[in-house]
């Protein structure tokens, strides 16, 4: 019986003998990846040796540029461990993003490896064909002194996407499409396939395997196919080994998704398995807040889309628009193609790149009682700021399109006869 790609991938980092659902697996890690979060709190442990320097990145994301003294002690904190170690792989205010963005645009997390991070959205990874997980911070202090961590090794189900997306549908409809219809997948992986996948776009990917942390998967990933290659191409990674699944791998089930079906989505507040309905279900609840960004979808074609149908129109009275873009790098090439200086002509705020918002750390915490459309991970109570406020999870061109009129919108109509 052949492999699934999860299967191999960890096969691969564990010495090339066969692994199975069911099995630990004890595996070498390629990239080990901290967070700004990790310093803050002075007892929180760091390393008294390194196995593998070279392979340890260090991202300031979360509470940047920092909010509080706590925040910005930690920040010292943790330039001083970079000097200390020696850490070239270092993304420090100015040159930072949202962790997951960075690994996407820096070719960090290249086909094939195995990714590690304190951070739970990891399997973003996948979007690039790597094996990307998120850990608790003792177990990244263990994986940077050793090298290694363990995983124990769960199902794959697999997915097959065919047709085309309609306009105004992203990767992040389509993920609602999937959680709403299957709900919870529980110490599962999650494979994506078939000949839909050309109509998705490594943004589209990234957001797809980011939220599967929402449905409780272990890994998603993606296959190294012409789409990826372009990707890497473009951001000059190489030496990668892309992992492709066996014709005869095994799986707990495979799912056919036509991308035709899939319309604009909202995932209702509170959580999202099985809770997720057409926009067209909910048009007319008022929002006070409505939030772009995320390591989700602050990415570059987030923006485009927010500003395109932002262009020549103004967020209503009463609603705070937010966007977040999810690097510099996006930042910077938003404003070079003017899409920054439209949104902000339009009434929105564009804030440095930063986890912020999302959750709920700073730049648009909610009030209580408040109603935001997010295109940002999750909605939990509490996930944004007061715990009675309510989040509705979106695309970035839905949240655009509410802005607009001050209540849940499906952007569809702006799509319409190639307006956009």
């Not at 904190?77 to 000097?83: D, K």
């Not at 080994?241 to 604009?264: G, I, K, M, S, W």
């Not at 909610?366 to 007061?386: H, W």
């Amino acid at each position: 019986m052949g492999g699934t790609i999860i299967e191999k991938i960890l096969s691969r980092a564990s010495g090339g003998g066969a692994v199975r659902p069911g099995d630990l697996v004890v595996c070498d890690v390629d990239r080990i990846v901290m967070l700004d979060l990790h310093f803050t709190t002075e007892s929180e442990p760091l390393p008294a040796r390194m196995d593998h320097p070279e392979r340890v990145t260090i991202i300031m994301d979360h509470s940047i540029p920092a909010p509080t003294i706590a925040d910005a002690k930690g920040q010292r904190r943790a330039r001083e461990f970079v000097r200390e170690w020696g850490i070239g792989s270092f993304y420090d205010i100015g040159r930072h993003g949202i962790v997951h963005q960075v690994l996407l645009e820096e070719g960090l997390a290249p086909p094939g490896s195995v990714v590690a991070c304190s951070d739970s959205h990891t399997c973003a990874a996948g979007a690039l064909n790597a094996a990307g997980r998120g850990m608790g911070r003792l177990e990244m202090v263990q994986i940077m002194c050793t090298g290694k961590t363990w995983y124990r090794l769960g199902p794959t189900v697999r997915y097959n996407f065919t047709g085309r997306k309609r306009p105004g549908v992203f990767g992040k409809d389509v993920f609602f499409h999937i959680a709403g219809q299957y709900g919870d997948h529980v110490n599962q992986n999650i494979e994506f396939g078939g000949p839909g996948l050309a109509d998705l776009t490594i943004d589209d990917r990234s957001t797809i395997a980011t939220m599967c942390a929402e449905v409780s998967a272990e890994f998603a990933t993606f296959p190294c196919d012409e789409v990826t290659e372009a990707h890497l191409r473009a951001v000059g990674a190489a030496g990668y080994q892309p992992t492709a699944p066996d014709a005869d791998a095994d799986y707990l089930d495979v799912r056919e998704v036509d991308l035709a079906d899939v319309e604009p989505m909202i995932a209702l507040p509170g959580y999202v398995p099985g809770h997720t309905l057409p926009v067209t279900q909910l048009t007319g609840q008022r929002i006070d807040q409505a939030f772009i960004g995320s390591c989700a979808n602050g990415k570059l074609t987030d923006i485009a889309s927010a500003a395109r149908i932002l262009q020549g129109r103004s967020v209503a009275d009463g609603v705070r628009l937010i966007v977040t873009p999810a690097s510099q790098q996006i930042y910077l090439q938003a404003a070079k193609l003017g899409y920054v200086q439209t949104l902000v002509e339009a009434g929105a705020v564009v804030t440095n790149s930063t986890c912020g918002a999302c959750w709920g750390g700073s730049m648009g915490v909610l009030a209580p009682g408040e109603n935001c459309v997010t295109s940002s991970t999750r909605n939990f109570k509490g996930r944004m700021g007061a715990t009675d406020a309510s989040i509705y999870l979106a695309s970035s061109a839905t949240v655009a399109a509410s802005a607009i009129t001050g209540h849940l919108t499906d952007p569809t109509p702006y799509y319409a006869n190639g307006s956009l």
